[in-house]
C-alpha cells in the first residue's frame, strides 16, 4: 500500500544495517552508510542519552511508550528510529506523512493489533515529518497509541505545539532534539574520514577544508555527511578506492558552493528568526535586522509576508516618533508586488534600514488596547446626542444633532466638547512619547486635550 511498509527483520549487529534496519550498500550516501547503529554512537543530544533516560528505556529495557521527536533537520530524529527498529524485538513499521492517508495509517494500526493478538509480538510505528499530517489523520493515531497497538514514534521540524493535536501531545513523551554543536560537527566527520564504512582512512582533509564543511553545515549532521563525500569525490576518490586523497579548501568550496542557511520556512526557526528580525528592528540594530533578513530571502521565504511584518511594525514600535514609517512600509509592501523577487530585495534592505535607524514609539499599539481594554470591559455608554447622525427623516425630533459645536467655526478650529461616551469621558489613551517627531505631536496634543475637554 502506497505511503505505507513494514521494514524486515535484520539483527542489530549487522554492521551494514543502515536507515531503518534496511540493508546498506557501499554506493549509498555517506549519511546513510555513517547512521549510527546504537545510542552509544549518536552524536550529541547527551540529554536523551542519559542512563535511565526514557529513550534508554524504549530502546534498551523495550519499555513501551510513545515519542514525540522535535528538532531541526540532521540532529538525529531518523536516527533514533533507527536505532529503535535494530535494538529492539519489535515489528517496525513506517508511514510517509508525505504519501500516506487516513487509510493507510489505519491499515497500520490494525495490523499492529493483529500482530499482537496473534504472536503477542508488539510494533514501532515510524511517522517522519507527522507535522505533515492533518488533523483527521493524526485522529486516526490516537486509537493505536491509546490501547498501546502500536508504540508510536512520529518525528517532527516543526513546533509540535502548532502542528501536532492536542490529544496525540498529550499521550506522547515530547523529546527536544538540540542543534549540534561545531564539535559535535566535527565529531561526526572524524568518524566518518577513520570508519570503514565511510571513507575509511582513504582520505583527508585540511584544516582550514574541514572547517568550511563544519560551519557551512550549520549544526546539522547529514550535510555535514553530504559535503564532505562532494568533497571527497572532488578529490578523486570512490567507493573502494585505496588512496590516500586530500581535500583542500577549494575542493570544499566547490563541493557545497551554497552556505547552509540556518532557517527552516516551514519550521520553528520561521518563528524564531522572525522575531530575531522585528525585535532588531524595534532595538534599532539595523545590522542585526538585514542579517536576519537576508537569511530569510536566502531561505526562500515568501517576500510579502517580510513586508506585511514592516507594515505592522511601523505603526507597532514607530507610529507618529516618525510619521513616514508607515508610508516608507507600505511602500515596500507595494514595491515587492510590483517588480518582485530578486530585484525586491532592495526595497526590503531600504525599508529595514529606515525603520531601524527611525525613532522608536509604542504609543499607538498602548493606545488602541487600552481603549479595546475598556470596551471589553463594558465601558460603552450611549453616544451623545449632538453627535449621533441627524441626515435622516426624523432624526432631528429626537433631538439627534441638537447642540453639536461645529469645530471650524471655533479659535483653531477646536471646539470644547465631550466626544466620549460617560464611561470613558476621562479616559487618555494616547500618550505620545518625547522621541521622534511625536515630541511636536505630544506638546500639540495636550494643547488640543486641555482645549477639548475644558481644563
Known amino acids: 500500500m502506497e505511503g505505507l511498509f513494514e521494514v524486515p527483520d535484520q539483527p542489530a549487529s549487522d554492521p551494514g544495517a543502515g536507515s531503518l534496519g534496511a540493508n546498506t550498500h557501499a554506493s549509498a550516501p555517506l549519511a546513510v552508510r555513517m547512521r549510527p547503529r546504537t545510542l552509544d554512537e549518536l552524536v550529541g543530544q547527551d540529554q536523551l542519552r542519559a542512563p535511565g533516560s526514557p529513550l534508554r528505556q524504549l530502546v534498551e529495557a523495550d519499555h513501551a511508550m510513545s515519542l514525540l521527536l522535535w528538532g531541526p533537520p540532521g540532529t538525529g530524529k531518523t536516527t533514533i528510529a533507527s536505532i529503535v527498529s535494530q535494538q529492539t524485538n519489535r515489528r517496525f513499521v513506517e508511514v510517509s506523512a508525505v504519501a500516506a492517508g487516513v487509510k ?32 483527521a489523520q493524526q485522529d486516526a493515531l490516537l486509537p493505536g497509541v491509546e490501547n498501546r497497538w502500536v508504540t508510536l514514534v512520529a518525528a517532527t521540524t516543526e513546533n509540535p505545539f502548532f502542528s501536532v493535536i492536542s490529544p496525540l501531545l498529550s499521550r506522547s513523551l515530547l523529546l527536544r532534539l538540540e542543534s549540534l554543536t561545531d564539535d559535535d560537527v566535527r565529531a561526526v ?31 546539522d549532521a547529514r550535510r555535514s555527511l553530504t559535503y564532505l563525500e562532494a568533497a571527497a569525490r572532488a578529490a578523486g576518490w570512490s567507493p573502494g578506492a585505496e588512496g590516500p586523497f586530500e581535500v583542500d579548501l577549494s575542493m570544499a568550496e566547490t563541493a557545497a558552493d551554497q552556505a547552509a542557511v540556518r532557517y527552516d520556512r516551514q519550521g520553528d526557526q520561521h518563528y524564531d528568526v522572525t522575531s530575531a528580525f522585528i525585535k532588531s528592528i524595534r532595538g534599532s540594530d539595523a545590522d542585526a535586522a538585514l542579517h536576519y533578513l537576508a537569511r530569510m530571502m536566502e531561505a526562500g521565504e515568501d517576500p510579502r509576508f517580510i513586508a506585511r ?25 507595494q514595491a515587492v508586488q510590483l517588480i518582485g523577487m530578486p530585484e525586491a530585495r532592495l526595497n526590503l534592505a531600504q525599508a529595514v534600514i529606515a525603520l531601524a535607524v527611525a525613532p522608536k514609539s509604542n504609543a499607538v499599539i498602548k493606545a488602541i488596547d487600552a481603549a479595546s481594554a475598556d470596551v471589553r470591559a463594558g465601558k460603552i455608554g450611549t453616544v451623545p446626542s449632538y453627535l449621533r447622525d441627524a441626515h435622516y427623516g426624523g432624526a432631528k425630533d429626537l433631538g439627534h444633532g441638537k447642540g453639536y459645536k461645529y469645530a471650524h467655526n471655533h479659535p483653531y478650529g477646536i471646539a470644547e466638547q465631550d466626544y466620549a461616551p460617560e464611561p470613558v469621558r476621562d479616559a487618555e489613551y494616547y500618550q505620545p512619547t518625547g ?9 500639540r496634543w495636550e494643547r488640543i486635550r486641555r482645549i477639548v475637554r475644558g481644563k
Open 435 to 443: 522621541n521622534g517627531a511625536e515630541a511636536g505631536v505630544k506638546e
Open 189 to 219: 566527520l572524524d568518524q566518518a574520514l577513520a570508519d570503514d564504512r565511510g571513507l575509511g582512512g582513504a582520505v583527508t582533509v585540511a584544516d582550514d577544508a574541514l572547517a568550511h564543511i563544519i560551519r557551512l553545515a550549520g549544526g
Open 309 to 333: 511584518r514592516l507594515v505592522i511594525l511601523a505603526s507597532e514600535d514607530i507610529g507618529l516618533a516618525d510619521p513616514t514609517a508607515l508610508t516608507t512600509a507600505v511602500a515596500a509592501a
Open 104 to 135: 493507510e495509517v489505519r491499515a497500520a494500526i490494525d495490523g499492529a493489533r493483529r500482530e499482537l493478538v496473534r504472536g503477542g509480538r508488539e510494533t514501532v510505528l515510524f511517522v517522519d515529518e507527522v507535522h505533515r499530517f492533518t488533523k
